[in-house]
Structure formats: C-alpha cells, structure tokens
C-alpha cells in the first residue's frame, strides 16, 4: 500500500507541475524537462507516469475540472452553484494566478490541432462550465442550453482580454462588466 501510495502522490505532484507550466506557458512551450523539476524530479521518470505530453495535459485537466466540480458542489441549488462559478472565474484572484487557473484561458493562444487528446481535455472542461452554468438557470430565464453556452463564451473572453492587457484598471472593468452581464442574464440577480 506505501507503494502505491507514493506513486499516486508523485503522479499528483507532476500534474500540479504540469498544469501550472501549461497555463503560465502554454501546452507547446512548457517541456517536459521543466514540468518534471517543478515536481522535483529528472525527466526519466515521466514515461514510468505518463505516455506522452498529451496524456498528461488531459488528466492536469481532468484534475482541475474535478477541483472545481468539488468546490461549486457545497451549494444544493444549482443556480447557487452557476453563480458560484461565475463569480469565481471573473474573480481578481482567477485573474491573477495565472499557474492555478482555468486551462480554457489559454485556448486561443494554445490548443494543439493535432493532438485529440488535448482537444477532448479542453473540452470537457468546457462541458463543467456549460452543464453549470445551464443546470443553474431559472425556469422562467430563456433557453437555458443557448444561454449557458452564451455565458461560458463571455466568461472566457472577459477574462482572455482582461489577462491580455497591461491596464489593470481597464482590465478589472473588463472583468466586473463581464460578471455583471453575465449575472443578468442568468437571471441571478
């Protein structure tokens, strides 16, 4: 059981490495030589974890949407959990941790064409943010499933932009309009 144990706790230490790489670096810029010793480790263990850069992308993800689905689930309604989510990802705090962040924000800058595996990842962490934000919706709101979607866009380019900004000032309307509209038109305020 020690074993195992340690193995799993490496294991977990790499994909904390890699997901903080990945999103301050990008999927094709972080190597796998700095993702191993940001866990302490020389690159000849990662192929006795992972099979390929890919493999290990899409279970940083997984983790990371794992995460997030274990801390909007301390609410029984689900529209307290899409407000959670909203108010989270255009946090200044979701703006500023670029390492801890949501991996989505970096998808214009970085998704990889070739590899389906990292495509099937950022999708399913863009499933969570859909399937909240729609199971969160009133009833009377408009179509929930075109709503959700319009929301995961808006929440993802408001903080897109806003990261892509020097401005700090511009950037925290960027963010706060965004979570504003956002909130409306879920029917949440």
């Known amino acids: 059981m020690g074993q195992t144990h340690h193995r799993e706790q490496v ?7 890699a ?8 999927f094709t810029a972080a190597s796998i030589d700095e993702i191993m010793a940001g866990a302490g480790m020389t690159r000849g263990g990662f192929y006795s974890y992972f099979q390929s850069k890919s ?3 899409a279970e940083a993800i997984s ?7 274990v801390d909007i689930a301390n609410s029984d309604k689900a529209s307290d959990r899409a407000v959670t989510l909203l108010r989270d990802y ?4 979701h703006l500023e941790d670029l390492e801890g962040s949501c991996p989505l924000i970096g998808l214009p800058n970085d998704v990889s064409r070739t590899e389906q595996s990292v495509r099937e990842a950022q999708e399913s962490a863009l499933r969570m943010m859909v399937e909240t934000f729609e199971q969160g919706m009133t009833p009377n709101a408009q179509p929930s499933r ?19 900004i020097e401005d700090r000032k511009l950037a925290d309307e960027l963010r706060e309009a965004t979570m ?6 879920g029917h949440w305020v």
């Open 11 to 17: 294991r977990l230490k790499i994909i904390q490495s």
């Open 19 to 26: 997901l903080q790489l990945f999103n301050r670096h990008g």
């Open 55 to 57: 493999e290990l992308y």
């Open 63 to 69: 983790c990371f949407v794992t995460e997030k689905q």
């Open 90 to 93: 255009l946090s200044r705090h």
């Open 146 to 164: 075109q709503v959700a979607l319009s929301l995961t866009a808006l929440c993802l380019g408001g903080m897109v932009l806003a990261r892509a």
């Open 180 to 185: 504003a509209v956002a909130l409306r038109l």
